[in-house]
């Protein structure tokens, strides 16, 4: 009889909450907002660390211009090149 005693209030708990589960309203859907009048970002980055005592660092691409910059701990950017005379 001891054991119905310990488990009627977590049965009661999980009917309880599968009732408000049912019957209470639900949040509104999120939606995606409309692409429109959004500009997509001008850099592009890709950071990188480390596990030895080197610096971190970072690749950043224009991505207007398609040049890439390497910046690595706290030194000034350096130019790499450009994509767009890869190709």
């Not at 850099?43 to 991505?63: H, I, K, N, S």
């Amino acid at each position: 009889m001891t054991h119905y005693r310990k488990a009627a209030p977590a049965a009661l708990a999980l009917c309880l909450g599968w009732l408000a589960g049912i019957l209470l309203p639900w949040p509104p859907v999120a939606h995606a907002q409309d692409a429109k009048g959004i500009d997509s970002p001008r850099f592009q980055l890709e950071a990188y660390a480390r596990g030895d005592a080197r610096p971190p660092g970072a690749y950043v691409l224009d991505t207007e211009t398609g040049v890439v910059f390497h910046v690595s701990g706290t030194s000034k950017p350096t130019r790499l090149g450009s994509v767009l005379s890869a190709r």
